[in-house]
C-alpha cells in the first residue's frame, strides 16, 4: 500500500531516522533486563516481594532524578544528555554479568539499578524535550507513534530472545546484552544532530527552577487532571510485570522461555496501539480515546483474575499493552504541544516525578499482596482502580476532544 506523503517526508528526515534507530535498540535491549532482572532475583531468593522492592527502590530513584533532570534538560545540551545518559548506562548494567561471575552478588542489583533508573530519568526527559525540535510541534503525536510502534516491535522479539538466552544461559547473559544495546544506541545518538534550544539569557532562582514544570502542570487545567489521575494509575501499575511473571513461574509453572513468549505477545498490542493512536485521536479526540483507554485497560488486568491459561494471559497483556501504548502517548503528544520549548524539560521531568512518586509504593504493595494473598485478588484490586480512575476523568476537563487548543 502507497503510503501518505507526510508518512514518507517524515520517515525521510536523516535525524529522526537515526534517532528512531537508536531508541529501537536501546527499547529491545530494556526487554531483556525486563525479563531477566526478575528471574535473577526469583532465581536466587524465591521471592516476589524481593522483586516489588527493587522494582519500587528503583522507581524512588527515578523519581529523586526527576526533580533536577528537567533543569538540566532545559540548561543543557540534550544531544550530549542522551550519549553521556547511554554510555553510563552501559557501564552499569556491565557490571552486573561481571559481577556476578564471582557468585551471585544480590547486593549489587540494589545499587546498580537504582543508578540506571535515576540516569534514564534523564535521557527519557531528554529525549522527550528534543522530539519536538526533530519534527515540529504539529507532528509529535505522528512521531511518537512511530516511535511507540517501533519500540514495541523490539518488544515483541526482545522478551522471547530474553526468556530463551536465560534458559539457556543464565538472566546475567540477558542482561549482558542490555549493556550492549546501550552502547549501540549510543552510537546513534552520536549521528544525531539535534538543534539547541532556546535558552533564557536570565536565570531564575534555583528554587523557582525546579518549580517551573510544576507550576506549569498545576496552572493548566487539563495537564492538572493527567498529572493526578495518571499518579494513581501509576500506583496500581508499575508492579504489573512482576506479578504477571509470578503468576506465570509460581501459579502456572511456565518456565523462563515461556514467560519470554508471554511478554512478547504482550508487546504486540504495545505496537498495534502506537500505530492506530494518530488516527484514532484524529477521529475521536483526546478526552473521549483518552479515558476510553484507560476504562479498557482496568478491564484487561481485572480480566487476568480469572484466566488460567498462558495463551489467555498472552492475550490479555496485548489488549492492556495496547490501551496503554494509546493512552500514554496521548497525554505525552498533548504536553509536548503545549508546553513551551524551554520549559519542555521541566514540564516533562515534573509530569514524570509527581507521577511516578506513587509507584514505587504501590509496586511494593501490590507484590507483597501476591507473595501473601496470590495473584488474583491483587489483579481485581488493581483492575477495579483503573476502572474508578476513568469514572472520575470523565467528570473533568480531561473529557475535552481538543485540549491542544486551549
Avoid at 89 to 111: H, N, V
Avoid at 135 to 153: D, I, P, Y
Avoid at 232 to 258: A, H, M, W
Avoid at 336 to 359: D, E, K, N, Y
Amino acid at each position: 500500500m502507497k503510503q501518505p506523503v507526510a508518512a514518507r517526508s517524515l520517515l525521510r528526515r536523516r535525524d529522526f531516522a537515526v534517532f528512531w534507530g537508536a531508541q529501537t535498540f536501546s527499547v529491545a535491549g530494556d526487554s531483556f533486563a525486563l525479563i531477566a532482572v526478575p528471574l535473577l532475583i526469583l532465581k536466587v531468593t524465591g521471592s516476589v516481594a524481593q522483586m516489588g522492592l527493587l522494582t519500587g527502590i528503583s522507581g524512588a530513584a527515578g523519581v529523586l532524578a526527576g526533580i533536577f533532570a528537567g533543569v538540566l534538560v532545559d540548561r543543557l545540551d540534550r544531544r550530549k544528555l542522551l550519549l553521556a545518559s547511554d554510555i553510563v548506562r552501559c557501564l552499569l548494567y556491565a557490571t552486573i554479568p561481571l559481577a556476578w561471575l564471582g557468585g551471585p552478588q544480590i547486593w549489587l542489583l540494589y545499587t546498580v539499578l537504582p543508578l540506571a533508573a535515576a540516569v534514564g530519568m534523564v535521557y527519557s526527559v531528554a529525549s522527550v524535550a528534543a522530539l519536538p525540535t526533530l519534527v515540529g510541534e504539529e507532528r509529535v503525536t505522528e512521531a511518537n507513534g512511530k516511535l511507540f510502534a517501533t519500540s514495541a516491535a523490539a518488544g515483541v522479539l526482545g522478551p522471547m530472545l530474553a526468556g530463551l538466552v536465560a534458559g539457556w544461559f543464565g538472566p546475567t547473559a540477558a542482561i549482558a546484552i542490555n549493556a550492549g544495546s546501550f552502547a549501540v544506541s549510543a552510537a546513534g545518538v552520536y549521528l544525531v544532530k539535534i538543534p539547541r534550544h532556546e535558552v533564557p539569557a536570565v536565570r531564575e532562582k534555583p528554587w523557582r527552577e525546579l518549580l517551573a514544570g510544576a507550576i506549569f502542570l498545576f496552572r493548566h487545567r487539563v495537564l492538572r487532571v493527567l498529572t493526578i489521575l495518571l499518579s494513581f494509575f501509576i500506583f496500581l501499575t508499575l508492579g504489573l510485570t512482576d506479578i504477571v511473571i509470578f503468576r506465570l513461574k509460581e501459579d502456572l509453572g511456565q518456565p523462563d522461555g515461556v514467560i519470554g513468549v508471554v511478554l512478547g505477545v504482550g508487546a504486540v498490542g504495545n505496537m498495534l496501539g502506537a500505530a492506530l493512536v494518530t488516527r484514532l485521536r484524529g477521529r475521536l479526540g483526546f478526552g473521549p480515546l483518552w479515558i476510553g483507554a484507560l476504562a479498557m485497560a482496568g478491564s484487561a488486568i481485572a480480566g487476568i483474575a480469572f484466566l488460567g491459561t498462558v495463551w489467555g494471559v498472552a492475550a490479555i497483556m496485548a489488549f492492556y499493552l495496547g490501551c496503554v501504548s494509546v493512552a500514554g502517548i496521548c497525554s505525552l503528544s498533548l504536553r509536548q504541544q503545549v508546553t513551551p520549548a524551554h520549559l519542555l524539560g521541566r514540564v516533562t521531568s515534573a509530569f514524570w516525578t509527581i507521577h511516578f512518586s506513587l509507584g514505587p509504593l504501590g509496586a511494593a504493595a501490590l507484590t507483597w499482596g501476591a507473595g501473601h494473598y496470590g495473584s488474583t485478588p491483587v489483579f481485581l484490586f488493581a483492575g477495579i482502580g483503573c476502572l474508578l480512575i476513568a469514572a472520575v476523568a470523565l467528570f473533568t476537563p480531561a473529557r475535552m476532544r481538543h485540549p491542544e487548543t486551549l
